[in-house]
């Protein structure tokens, strides 16, 4: 390489040289405004934007209504490119300041859950739905949940970054997680090549996980053209599977929960109740 990096002894933020996001990311946490969150009249309160991240709750909210659960809800967007999540209301139910983050007020104290994974296990427990019930089957599940959420900053925060917003491509940094983001795929697609769900024969939270991340590579709407550079259509398995889920009703309105860019029909900025459904490409 012509220009090698040394690190100083003591690192120190550079708020010139961060990219896409240079004017919100901080080595900080905390809140940076005092704002206070919007509530609607529902037992559950998505705060959220339809990222691979985000879309896991909506998702699951819209499959347990679907299942007949009372799970109704009302959604409101996080604009996190514009610092929404370091307001004073949303550091209170996520002092890590990432979306999605839900309240649940069906109970005596209303009950705050964040992080995408635990806020799949809370529910599916919460309701016993998109669960295997046999402590095999249980495992199974929490191994492979786990799997996807270990591997999304791998997927995101590397692949995604490097490749798609970055201030500049490196070659290093491109390989060293295009052939990470690789192995995953390849991971999913030999279990997928066996078995119907990530778990077994059954659709689990598991599935809604891996299914956010996995999906937008297999239809090329995610880091430009990510699904040609790394040969996504080869996880046939993968791209099988993961057209089974995206036909799914509450799928379809899920991924369009707190989504801000697109088609007008293909955004739901708030969800408030089933009917904010009608008219969309859903």
Not at 86 to 111: C, H, Q, T, Y
Not at 145 to 162: M, R, V
Not at 187 to 200: F, H, I, M, N, T
Request: proline residues 6%; glycine residues 8%; aromatic residues 12%.
């Amino acid at each position: 390489m012509a220009d090698t990096y040394t690190p100083p002894k003591v690192w120190t933020h550079d708020a010139e040289n961060g990219g896409k996001f240079a004017n919100i990311n901080r080595p900080t946490s905390g809140a940076r405004e005092d704002k206070v969150l919007p509530a609607g009249e529902h037992p559950f309160q998505l705060y959220s934007l339809a990222t691979p991240n985000g879309v896991k709750a909506s998702i699951m909210l819209e499959e347990l209504l679907e299942a007949g659960c009372p799970a109704d809800y009302d959604a409101y967007t996080i604009n996190i490119g514009e610092g929404e999540q370091f307001s004073s209301g949303f550091v209170d139910i996520n002092p890590n300041s990432k979306i999605p983050a839900l309240v649940d007020r069906s109970e005596d104290k209303p009950i705050r859950i964040f992080e995408s994974g635990a806020i799949l296990l809370y529910l599916s427990e919460k309701f016993g739905k998109f669960a295997n019930p046999t402590p095999a089957g249980r495992a199974e599940m929490l191994s492979w949940l786990f799997w996807q959420i270990g591997s999304a900053p791998f997927i995101g925060g590397g692949f995604g970054h490097f490749y798609a917003y970055a201030p500049e491509k490196f070659e290093y940094p491109i390989n060293r997680y295009a052939m990470e983001t690789k192995r995953l795929f390849d991971v999913a697609d030999k279990r997928l090549q066996e078995s119907e769900y990530l778990a077994g024969d059954d659709y689990t939270i598991a599935d809604i996980a891996a299914f956010a991340w996995l999906a937008p590579f297999t239809s090329g709407t995610i880091y430009e053209d990510a699904r040609t550079f790394l040969s996504i259509d080869q996880y046939e398995a993968v791209g099988r599977w993961a057209k089974t889920i995206a036909d799914r009703p509450a799928v379809k309105r899920g991924r369009i929960v707190n989504k801000t860019w697109g088609e007008d029909d293909e955004q739901l900025r708030e969800r408030h109740a089933a009917s904010d459904f009608d008219g969309k490409a859903i």
